[in-house]
């Protein structure tokens, strides 16, 4: 069976979580005797199909048409339903992103498929029927989920879970344009604009290590503190919905039920309690880090390091001892 993998662009070039996905099609399709076929969309598609990163697949499909530069769930959903049932395949793989999670309900609705979303693990039953694991209540399970027979089996897989393969054996791949299937007045529904923020910062839903600060924050100012150990460590700033809710700090930082799940190797829990909705944002966390004055904080009772006292003097200690490392090579 042939797995279709969508490669979501950022930045002009493919999003990692697209190169998780896209890792796992490789798997899917060595147990399966199919080809990996990536679907990239966007003016510049076809010089990012060049990206020696991709060389896991077989074959590529590039939309370079203008069409493409402004992302539409309707234009994105049937463009790919197009190169679905051309190329008969048997799974369809995206990664668990914003643009992921809109479309693909779409996409599976025209497709009649079954899609699994939020997947930490996939497999194959011996009939050669997906099997997702995800999580569900909050965390608290891990839901074991299996296709039924549909035209192609879908999943979205949340980004930092599955490895990425950094450096693929250099193989030649097909580059293959595809033109848009619909025109730019039958399109009922577009982006208009995309408005950023006034400050630049790593998404938390992607970053490998986040700093994330709650309450114990006391104030919109003190974040500068977190921010400045999260420079240092090339991480992301988070938020717990409390720090949210005080108009500290956008939502766009916040991690939790309410807010972005996240799957860092290392999170940083600054003055945060660890209430069950934010806990709910990071079950994937590898590795959690406590630092909070109150020893009965449930967030230790999941850290696996916790440094109980004032955030006040342990952050900007932790921040120059990290400095000191980095300068010493």
């Not at 510049?44 to 199909?49: F, L, S």
């Not at 033109?179 to 790593?202: F, G, H, M, Y």
Request: proline residues 4%; aromatic residues 6%.
């Amino acid at each position: 069976m042939n797995i279709i993998v969508f490669l979501e662009i950022k930045d002009n070039k493919v999003r990692r979580a697209s190169l998780e996905a896209l890792a796992e099609g490789r798997k899917l399709a060595d147990k399966t005797d199919g080809q990996v076929i990536g679907i990239i969309l966007g003016t510049d598609a076809n010089t990012i199909a060049q990206d020696p990163h991709l060389a896991l697949a077989d074959k590529i499909y590039a939309g370079g048409d203008p069409l493409f530069g402004t992302y539409s769930s309707e234009l994105y959903s049937a463009q790919l339903a197009s190169i679905i049932e051309k190329e008969s395949a048997g799974f369809v793989l995206l990664a668990s992103t914003i643009a992921g999670k809109d479309f693909a309900p779409r996409l599976a609705a025209k497709l009649k498929s079954s899609l699994f979303s939020d997947c930490i693990g996939l497999s194959l039953d011996d009939s050669k029927r997906l099997i997702g694991i995800r999580p569900v209540y909050s965390g608290k399970l891990l839901a074991e989920v299996i296709s039924k027979d549909s035209a192609a089996q879908m999943a979205l897989l949340r980004p930092n879970i599955f490895p990425v393969v950094e450096n693929p054996a250099p193989k030649q791949y097909a580059i293959e344009d595809t033109a848009p299937v619909s025109t730019a007045d039958k399109i009922r529904s577009r982006l208009k604009e995309i408005k950023k923020a006034e400050k630049e910062s790593l998404d938390v839903a992607e970053a490998q290590v986040i700093v994330a600060g709650g309450r114990g924050m006391k104030a919109a100012e003190n974040f500068s503190m977190l921010e400045e150990l999260a420079t240092v460590l090339q991480a992301a700033v988070g938020a717990s919905r409390a720090a949210v809710d005080s108009g500290w700090i956008d939502h766009a930082y916040q991690v939790g039920q309410t807010g972005k799940v996240v799957s860092p190797v290392l999170y940083f829990a600054v003055g945060i309690s660890g209430a069950i909705q934010h806990m709910a944002g990071l079950t994937s966390a590898k590795w959690i880090v406590a630092i909070n004055k109150d020893p009965e904080a449930p967030i230790f009772k999941v850290a696996n390091y916790g440094i109980v006292g004032d955030l006040f003097e342990i952050v900007p200690l932790l921040t120059e001892e990290v400095k000191q490392i980095k300068a010493k090579g």
